[in-house]
């Protein structure tokens, strides 16, 4: 009775099996050696030397428990990927618009454990490491007034936006454009 059972489950198990083994070729660095692992790629289509990026990314879910945010670690990727591929640190310039329940992870670690059942804010070591790197956060200011958040609760240099909306447009003045991952 078992047995087609795992005759069913044997290909699954084969797709499984390399998929795990490609994570070998994701490495850390050359920015953030801690977090924003990738993986080198043959491109068809190379990134210039001299481009120039300013995005922002949008981020409502917090970070799981005693995780990194995903969003961050994706803005972490994104520098570690294009300085790896050629493109000067100085030529990349990301902001993170954070709002809803991810609010929480842009306050200090006072705040975060009194609303996190004790718990430390994982994200933010990495969010001072980006901050150091010129990523600039800014939090939607109705997110934080509905999770009694106020500026004394941040981390420091995290910036309070009158709304993620506000920060997203104002951001596109300045020629941002809105990473859609």
Same mark, same amino acid.
Request: charged residues 15%; contains cysteine.
């Given at each position: 009775?078992?047995?087609?059972?795992?005759?069913?489950? &044997?290909? !699954? &198990?084969?797709?499984?099996?390399?998929?795990?083994?490609?994570?070998?070729?994701?490495?850390?660095?050359?920015?953030?050696?801690?977090?924003?692992?990738?993986?080198?790629?043959?491109?068809?289509?190379?990134?210039?030397?001299?481009?120039?990026?300013?995005?922002?990314?949008?981020? +409502?879910?917090?970070?799981?428990?005693?995780?990194?945010?995903?969003?961050?670690?994706?803005?972490?990727?994104?520098?570690?990927?294009?300085?790896?591929?050629?493109?000067?640190?100085?030529?990349?310039? !990301?902001a993170?618009?954070?709002?809803?329940?991810a609010?929480?992870? &842009?306050?200090?670690?006072?705040?975060?454990?009194?609303?996190?059942?004790?718990?430390?804010?994982?994200?933010?070591?990495?969010?001072?490491?980006?901050?150091?790197?010129?990523?600039?956060?800014h939090?939607?200011?109705?997110?934080?007034?509905?999770?009694?958040?106020?500026?004394?609760?941040?981390l420091?240099?995290? +910036?309070?936006?009158?709304?993620?909306?506000?920060?997203?447009?104002?951001?596109?003045?300045?020629?941002?454009? &809105?990473?859609?991952?």
């Amino acid at each position: 009775m078992l047995k087609p059972c795992l005759v069913a489950l &044997l290909p !699954l &198990l084969a797709l499984a099996q390399p998929a795990a083994a490609q994570m070998e070729n994701f490495k850390t660095g050359p920015v953030f050696e801690e977090f924003g692992a990738t993986a080198p790629v043959q491109m068809d289509e190379p990134v210039a030397k001299d481009a120039l990026f300013q995005i922002a990314f949008d981020v +409502k879910d917090a970070a799981k428990p005693g995780k990194l945010n995903r969003t961050f670690e994706s803005a972490a990727r994104f520098i570690n990927m294009h300085v790896a591929g050629g493109v000067p640190e100085e030529n990349i310039h !990301l902001a993170i618009v954070v709002h809803g329940g991810a609010s929480f992870d &842009l306050t200090n670690q006072e705040f975060f454990a009194a609303h996190k059942d004790g718990k430390e804010n994982a994200s933010a070591a990495a969010i001072a490491q980006l901050q150091k790197h010129g990523v600039e956060f800014h939090l939607c200011g109705q997110s934080a007034a509905a999770h009694g958040i106020s500026n004394t609760d941040l981390l420091p240099d995290v +910036k309070m936006s009158l709304s993620a909306m506000t920060a997203h447009a104002m951001l596109q003045q300045h020629g941002f454009t &809105l990473n859609p991952f």
